[in-house]
T-cell receptor, first 116, second 114 residues
Framework: AQTVTQSQPEMSVQEAETVTLSCTYD???????LFWYKQPPSRQMILVIR??????QNATENRFSVNFQKAAKSFSLKISDSQLGDTAMYFC?????????????FGSGTQLTVLP | DGGITQSPKYLFRKEGQNVTLSCEQN?????MYWYRQDPGQGLRLIYY???????QKGDIAEGYSVSREKKESFPLTVTSAQKNPTAFYLC?????????????FGDGTRLSIL
């Protein structure tokens, strides 16, 4: 079975500081994609960043970057220069590329609050 | 602007009643998905469709049905067999044929029991 674990249900950070959200996953597959989604109070799901498992280089998107440790099956998200608009629920997810039934598996989420 | 439109935003179901949630996209995406979200949990896949007239069950398909008669539309029916339908429902679509990872999400429908 494929699982995603986010061990931090809630986190907070001061505005302009840096915060890291952790995520671990379990799969026997070797070829997959990893994602971080953001869900603000509006409830819309927004893709923050994605990482292909075959790439060793960590993905970055402006203030968002990941630390991908394939052997450890770890995929943490770092948010630099936190802004009030970053307050949201953050979900880690992955999808394997084997077979035809490609399904996203989500973690239970981390509620991040950015404090003024 | 292109996007996904879900309606209604709020929906109430009576006992023994079937209700249908609408999902329409004008992004020309082939693949569409329905997810259910319960409080404190991530999304769980109900059904997905990779092309018109074809769809597959996800992890929690029991009590739900879908159709995909048009590329733009992927309605979800919550049947009376679904005993615990109260949840937030999200529709998504993707153009990414490699990962099939949903690229766009709708704003969701909140379903409650009367």
């Amino acid at each position: 079975a494929q699982t995603v674990t986010q061990s931090q249900p809630e986190m907070s950070v001061q505005e302009a500081e840096t915060v890291t959200l952790s995520c671990t996953y379990d799969t026997s597959e070797n070829n997959y994609y990893l994602f971080w989604y953001k869900q603000p109070p509006s409830r819309q799901m927004i893709l923050v960043i994605r990482q292909e498992a075959y790439k060793q280089q960590n993905a970055t998107e402006n203030r968002f970057s990941v630390n991908f440790q394939k052997a450890a099956k770890s995929f943490s998200l770092k948010i630099s220069d936190s802004q009030l608009g970053d307050t949201a629920m953050y979900f880690c997810a992955f999808i394997t590329l084997s077979g035809s039934a490609r399904q996203l598996t989500f973690g239970s989420g981390t509620q991040l609050t950015v404090l003024p | 602007d292109g996007g996904i439109t879900q309606s209604p935003k709020y929906l109430f179901r009576k006992e023994g009643q079937n209700v249908t949630l609408s999902c329409e996209q004008n992004l020309n995406h082939d693949a569409m998905y329905w997810y259910r979200q319960d409080p404190g949990q991530g999304l769980r896949l109900i059904y997905y469709s990779q092309i018109v007239n074809d769809f597959q069950k996800g992890d929690i398909a029991e009590g739900y049905s879908v159709s995909r008669e048009k590329k733009e539309s992927f309605p979800l029916t919550v049947t009376s067999a679904q005993k615990n339908p109260t949840a937030f429902y999200l529709c998504a679509s993707t153009w990414d044929r490699v990962s099939n990872q949903p690229q766009h999400f709708g704003d969701g429908t909140r379903l409650s029991i009367l």
